[in-house]
Each structure stands twice: as C-alpha cells, then as structure tokens.
C-alpha cells in the first residue's frame, strides 16, 4: 500500500545531541511538509518542500534543518540549538500545494 | 491573515447521540478548509475538505460539514457518535495554494460514552 513511513516510533535524545527523524513517501507527491505537535496545541510548520533539492523555513525552523535529495524522502534534522525538543513529530505530503495533505504516523522525541 | 478557532476543547457525547464541533475562520478570501481526525499517537486523517464547490460537505465515517460564509463557520457534525469516534479533532484553513501551507486550530478532544 502507499503511504507515508515515519521512524522511528520513539526517540530519545541526551542533551547537545543530533538527531534525525526519518519520512519516506511511495505516494509519487512532490510537496513534503514537518510539523511539530505539542500538548493541546494544534501542529505547527517546521519546514516544507515543494521539489526536489528545494525547501523553505516554515513558522518555528529555528533548531532544525531539513534535506530534500530525493522525491520520496526529507528527514528532518532535530539540531542541539533547539532547546525544547520534546514533541510529537508529523511528517506530511501532497500531490499539488492545493492538494489535502496526507500524515504519517508520527515519532515521538523525549529528552534523556 | 487566515486563522481559524475551534470553539471547544472538549466535548463529551454519549454514543448514539448527535456531535457537533465547532470552527470559526477568518480568510480575506473564499478559503479551502478540512477537518482532519487523530487517534492517540496516530498521524492526521482527512474526514472532508471545502474547496468553494458545494456548502455542505460529506466526508468519510458518516461525517459532514457545512460551510457558511455568513457567519464564517464550518462546523462539523455527524448524526449519531459511535465509540469508535473519540479522537482528537482539527479544524484546518489552508493559508496558500501556491505552497499549500496550513493553519491548524487547537483540536477539539471528543469524548463519547457508552
């Protein structure tokens, strides 16, 4: 079946660390989105993709990075700069920038 | 600027009794709009979307919603709540086509009891 695969599940990272968070997609989308969740927040925009080899900063980039190499992949990047990293992370994708988008099932990152 | 305010943190339904949630938007334009689902540690599911063909919108689960530009709503009801309904809710305005990026409300948890 197609879909959008996130890993891991769950994460941890220990304070000044590094740590990726994987999204891979078999759906053929050219536009790729991260969002952050928090606690009885609604999802907020990390950074998105439109193409390949291209990306912009979305609301809250700050501490992150992204890479876009190839179509169905863009893992995000949790850098030691961002100082509040626990959240739940969901990775989108669409068609067409008018297109709903479609969720993996997110990873969840805690703090050691 | 788009944004938009789901009314209700919380609501509590018993099953087999109607539910509605509610969402205001504010668009200085015809807006698209969605309602998306999440069960615990789960990703978001598109229930429906407005996109500006008819006001009254029928999605996936028995769900509808009915946009009205009048009062800048596009509440979300179903008929009869089944248990399988509890799940967080997102109201959701799409700030532009060109990069498809969103403003997501609050959420709304749905309780349902037996």
């Known amino acids: 079946d197609g879909g959008i695969t996130q890993s891991p599940k769950y994460l941890f990272r220990k304070e000044g660390q590094n740590v990726t968070l994987s999204c891979e997609q078999n759906?053929?989308?050219?536009?790729m989105y991260w969002y952050r969740q928090d606690p009885g927040q609604g999802l907020r925009l990390i950074y998105y993709?439109?193409?390949?080899?291209?990306?912009q900063k979305g609301d809250i980039a700050e501490g992150y990075s992204v890479s876009r190499e190839k179509k169905e992949s863009f893992p995000l990047t949790v850098t030691s700069a961002q100082k509040n990293p626990t959240a739940f992370y969901l990775c989108?994708?669409?068609?067409?920038?008018?297109?709903?988008?479609?969720f993996g099932d997110g990873t969840r990152l805690s703090i050691l | 600027a788009q944004s938009v305010t789901q009314l209700d943190s919380h609501v509590s339904v018993s099953e087999g009794t109607p539910v509605l949630l509610r969402c205001n938007y504010s668009s200085s334009y015809s807006p698209s709009l969605f309602w998306y689902v999440q069960h615990p540690n789960k990703g978001l599911q598109l229930l429906l979307k407005?996109?500006?063909?008819?006001?009254l919108v029928k999605g996936i689960n028995g769900f509808e919603a009915e946009f009205k530009k009048s009062e800048t709503s596009f509440h979300l009801t179903k008929p009869s709540a089944h248990m399988s309904d509890a799940a967080e809710y997102f109201c959701v305005v799409r700030v532009s086509s060109n990069t498809g990026k969103l403003i997501f409300g609050q959420g709304t948890t749905l309780q349902v009891k037996p």
């Open positions: 989108a994708s669409s068609t067409q920038n008018n297109q709903p988008q479609h």
């Open positions: 993709s439109q193409i390949v080899n291209d990306f």
């Open positions: 407005y996109t500006s063909a008819a006001t």
């Open positions: 759906l053929n989308h050219d536009a």
